[in-house]
């Protein structure tokens, strides 16, 4: 049996794990190359916050790969199920820093190179092949955290909650109608933005479900927890105000890694036991995290600020020499043909 030691709480994490290419707004600046992707993101924090976090994935040692790979090392975050088999193409998401008419500044998300236009490599789920090579890991484990839906997910959902983790689902959106009933069905906590699936708000099964929290954008959010409230009612938390907004993106999952690091640490029998004014204080540390980081560009920005280094490595690629054709955006499969 795998030997895996534990200096923190312990936190299990699949779905997406991209590399985000930030590109901002001067066409001057270069392209910050992170680590990304909801589950990408939610382990990086949880690492930053001292946790031990281990990522599934599929990355299969291709130049995206190993700079996904590079930067989550950085950060602590423990790379022993990074590369599961089968291979595949490591996703790779696009970010357009952009400017509105009014002068407010946004984002738009890509899937398509930016010098040929073709797709960019998306996500591949974990396959039931990694089940064994997990299950080692989820003995002692605070966390299992999914924001996407495959077989082998579920089944280590399953292995996770008779471990005594709490089991996290942020679905993207619901895919497989079956499993995704089964994802909600298995997770003690299910955390969705108002705009993509505010349906889940009447139908949500409450049969292991601990707490529920739905986002509203700057309205802030609301939260509602059966087993600790007299009815099924929601509390609404509003939005922290930023004090300066760079780029709100990666805000949903620091409220996240917020909630789990003051929540979850204990597992699931900890989650049971917080009071509804504990939740509270979690769900609004999470808030407090998500509007710090709004300062900066890219969704964990402020963490590469904070640590003084802010990503300046030799290989980092100029907007204009992509643009222009110059330079090839790593690893994109007509790029590179």
């Avoid at 490595?313 to 110059?326: C, F, M, Q, T």
């Amino acid at each position: 049996m795998t030997d895996v030691s534990v200096d923190g709480p312990r936190v299990i994490g699949t779905g997406l794990v991209a590399l985000d290419l930030v590109v901002g707004l001067d066409p001057d600046s270069t392209v910050q190359a992170w680590a990304g992707g909801t589950c990408g993101n939610v382990m990086s924090m949880l690492a930053w916050h001292g946790w031990d976090a281990y990522p599934v994935a599929r990355l299969n040692g291709d130049p995206a790969s190993e700079r996904v790979k590079a930067d989550l090392d950085r950060w602590g975050v423990h790379l022993d199920l990074a590369s599961c088999t089968p291979s595949a193409s490591t996703p790779i998401v696009v970010q357009e820093m952009r400017q509105t008419r009014h002068g407010e500044t946004t984002h738009k998300f890509s899937w398509s190179c930016l010098q040929c236009g073709g797709w960019l490599p998306s996500f591949k789920p974990i396959t039931q092949a990694v089940v064994e090579q997990v299950e080692p890991f989820l003995a002692g484990s605070s966390v299992f955290f999914f924001d996407r839906v495959s077989r082998g997910t579920l089944d280590i959902a399953k292995l996770a909650a008779t471990a005594g983790a709490v089991v996290m689902f942020e679905p993207s959106g619901r895919g497989d109608d079956r499993m995704f009933r089964e994802a909600l069905e298995l997770s003690h906590i299910v955390k969705y933005a108002d705009q993509r699936m505010s349906e889940l708000a009447d139908s949500l099964p409450s049969s292991s479900r601990i707490l529920e929290v739905q986002t509203l954008g700057a309205q802030g959010l609301r939260f509602r927890a059966p087993r600790r409230m007299r009815s099924d009612s929601w509390k609404t938390l509003r939005a922290v105000p930023a004090a300066a907004v760079a780029d709100s993106c990666g805000s949903g999952d620091w409220c996240t890694s917020g909630l789990l690091n003051q929540l979850a640490a204990d597992g699931v029998n900890g989650l049971e036991e917080a009071k509804v004014s504990e939740i509270a204080a979690g769900l609004h540390y999470g808030q407090e995290l998500a509007a710090w980081n709004c300062q900066f560009e890219g969704a964990r920005g402020g963490m590469y600020f904070e640590s003084q280094e802010e990503n300046r490595s030799k290989d980092l690629i100029p907007v204009s020499d992509i643009r222009s054709g110059a330079t090839p955006l790593v690893a994109c499969p007509k790029c590179a043909a």
